[in-house]
C-alpha cells in the first residue's frame, strides 16, 4: 500500500525537481506522513568515472542505476531532497506503507533492483480471507528469481514472476502484462499497480482488482485527516515530461496525493492499461493487457 512516482525524458538528465516543480515534489514528500515504512528511489544517471578504471575492478555491461532504500519515512530522511536535485533520464521513486502487516527491514524497501531493472508496487496480494501470498507455501515460485530480487514481501513474489517471464524471451510490458494474468488466475482482487525500469524503458501498469478504495485505507487516512485523499488512492495519472524549451520530451506518472491538475496535461490511466516509455528518445505508448 504505497505511493508510486516515475518519469522517463528523451536521453537527457532532469531532476525531480525539474519534472515536476519544488512545490509539487514537496507535497509528494509529505506523503510520507501517511506512507511512513520507508522510502526508496532508483535513478537512471551514467557515472562521471567508472568505478573499475583506478582500483582493478572488472568491467561490467553499463547499468548506470544509482539505487537508495531507507526504512526512515522520507519526510524525516534528509537525503530526499539530494535525489531530488539529482538529475537523471528516468527515475522510480516509492513511498512506503507496508501491507498485511510484512516486516519493515531493509531487504523489503523499494525499488526491487536486480538484473539492471528497477521495480516499485502499490498493492497488497492477498486472498478474499487477508492471507498474503507470501504465507500461501503452494503457489508456484521460482526460488532463484525470488532471491534475486532481495526481497521476501508480495511485492517482490510479484517482480520475481516478472523476471521468470522476461527470462522465457517476453519483452518487457509483456512479461508485466503476464505476471499479472498468471497471479489474477488465484488473487483476482489485489492491486497490481507498479512500475519497472530497464537501461531502455519505463513501464507503468493500472491494474487494480478493486477500483473502490478499501475501507482499511480510508481509515489509515481518517486517522490522520486526509481520508478526503482516500478516494482515488487507486489512481495513477501522466503527463508529458517537457524540454527546456517547453516541447514534449517523455513522461511521468505517479500516483495519487500530490497536485496532478488536469489543466496541467496529467491524464488518468485507465485501469488495466499501460504505458510503454523509452527513456532514450522520449517516445511513449499506451496499450491494455
Avoid at 19 to 43: K, P, Q, Y
Avoid at 164 to 176: M, R
Avoid at 234 to 245: E, K, M, S, W
Wanted: glycine letters at 8%; aromatic letters at 10%; a negative charge.
Amino acid at each position: 500500500m504505497c505511493r508510486l512516482l516515475g518519469y522517463a525524458t528523451s536521453g537527457f538528465n532532469l531532476s525531480l525537481n525539474d519534472v515536476l516543480g519544488e512545490s509539487s515534489v514537496a507535497e509528494f514528500r509529505e506523503l510520507s506522513e501517511i506512507h511512513n515504512d520507508g522510502w526508496g528511489v532508483a535513478l537512471l544517471s551514467n557515472p562521471s568515472e567508472p568505478p573499475f578504471v583506478d582500483d582493478g575492478g572488472a568491467p561490467t555491461p553499463e547499468t548506470g542505476t544509482k539505487l537508495y532504500k531507507s526504512t526512515l519515512a522520507a519526510r524525516h530522511d534528509p537525503i530526499f531532497n539530494d535525489f531530488a536535485a539529482d538529475s537523471a533520464r528516468g527515475g522510480l521513486w516509492h513511498l512506503r506503507l507496508a501491507s498485511s502487516n510484512l516486516p519493515l527491514i531493509l531487504e523489503n524497501q523499494q525499488p526491487f533492483f536486480a538484473n539492471g531493472l528497477s521495480f516499485i508496487h502499490n498493492g497488497d496480494i492477498s486472498d478474499e480471507r487477508g492471507v498474503n501470498i507470501v504465507l500461501n507455501r503452494a503457489y508456484p515460485v521460482n526460488q532463484s528469481a525470488f532471491l534475486s530480487t532481495g526481497g521476501r514481501s508480495d511485492s517482490a513474489i510479484f517482480f520475481s514472476i516478472i523476471l521468470e517471464y522476461i527470462s522465457f524471451g517476453f519483452a518487457l510490458d509483456e512479461a508485466v502484462a503476464q505476471a499479472v494474468r498468471q497471479l489474477r488466475q488465484e488473487y483476482p482482487k489485489s492491486s497490481y499497480n507498479c512500475m519497472i525500469q530497464s537501461q531502455d524503458q519505463l513501464v507503468v501498469l493500472c491494474a487494480a482488482g478493486r477500483e473502490k478504495t478499501s475501507p482499511r485505507i480510508v481509515e489509515i487516512y481518517d486517522e490522520y485527516g486526509k481520508g478526503e485523499k482516500a478516494h482515488d488512492y487507486r489512481v495513477l495519472r501522466y503527463r508529458d515530461v517537457l524540454d527546456r524549451d517547453g516541447k514534449p520530451a517523455g513522461v511521468v506518472a505517479g500516483s495519487s496525493g500530490f497536485p496532478q491538475d488536469e489543466a496541467d496535461g496529467w491524464k488518468v490511466l485507465e485501469n488495466n492499461q499501460m504505458i510503454v516509455a523509452s527513456n532514450r528518445t522520449g517516445e511513449y505508448h499506451l496499450r491494455t493487457i
